[in-house]
């Protein structure tokens, strides 16, 4: 383990979920990142940044961000409505990863974006067809709630319908109903997803990740505490950037 020096994630979900955001606002970036064919050979792609806007992205492919080369990622492009050609290709890359021998070839990690722009349909029949037929291992699968913020509007929404908005309870009344729509879509997913033959280890809701000091320690926590090798631990814990107090409690705990 001490020759591995990158933490490898595979962040995975619908086109438009957010994804590339939080990967730079886990690496602390703006730019785009880097792509390498898994070879150390930098790919070089004539429309990168349209490939970029619409989510098309090879899954073997290496993303790494100049700003924290420790993390490597691979990005698999939202399969919702793929073909079955392109839900194999994802799997096999899966359970091949998953399952190398080589550890520094291995996944540690795999994050599955389930945007709330869309919960009237939080739980589609990819996610099932993932979570029932794609066997990860030991690789830890946490699912991502992304663009949490979306359920303002919502709220704010509902309350209108329900009773109308006074101007000076409106913001606190918004507020306690996006809490508790949350909490109904979150259960929602963790009872649909935990009847799954291969459910998620772990659930987390994102807030706040358009803006650019978005707070990543929650993200690095849930991955820390799911990863079943204290070696990984380390690893994650060392490459991530988003707190330093995060590096001192996991050493005071160990």
Not at 44 to 55: I, K, V
Not at 202 to 211: A, I, T, V
Request: proline share 3%; net charge negative; with cysteine.
């Amino acid at each position: 383990m001490k020759n591995i020096k990158s933490f490898r994630i595979l962040i995975m979900g619908r086109a438009n979920a957010g994804k590339t955001t939080i990967l730079q606002r886990v690496c602390n970036s703006t730019d785009k990142p880097e792509i390498f064919d898994g070879k150390g050979n930098k790919v070089y792609a004539r429309h990168l940044d349209e490939c970029f806007q619409r989510g098309y992205h090879d899954i073997e492919h290496e993303l790494v961000f100049g700003s924290n080369p420790g993390f490597v990622f691979h990005d698999s492009c939202g399969f919702e409505g793929g073909s079955a050609q392109q839900f194999d290709h994802m799997r096999n890359f899966v359970v091949h990863c998953a399952t190398a021998s080589s550890v520094k070839q291995r996944i540690h990690a795999i994050w599955f974006c389930i945007p709330m722009t869309e919960n009237c349909r939080t739980v589609t029949a990819a996610e099932q067809k993932f979570f029932n037929e794609c066997d990860t291992g030991h690789v830890p699968v946490i699912v991502l709630l992304t663009k949490v913020d979306a359920l303002n509007l919502d709220a704010t929404q509902e309350l209108e319908e329900e009773e109308g908005l006074e101007v000076e309870e409106a913001e606190e009344k918004i507020a306690k109903k996006e809490r508790k729509l949350l909490e109904k879509w979150l259960a929602h997913i963790k009872h649909e997803l935990n009847k799954c033959k291969f459910p998620p280890r772990g659930y987390l809701p994102l807030e706040k990740m358009d803006q650019s000091n978005a707070d990543c320690n929650a993200l690095m926590q849930c991955t820390a505490n799911v990863l079943n090798e204290e070696s990984l631990q380390r690893l994650l814990i060392s490459t991530q950037q988003s707190s330093i107090t995060l590096c001192v409690e996991y050493a005071v705990e160990k």
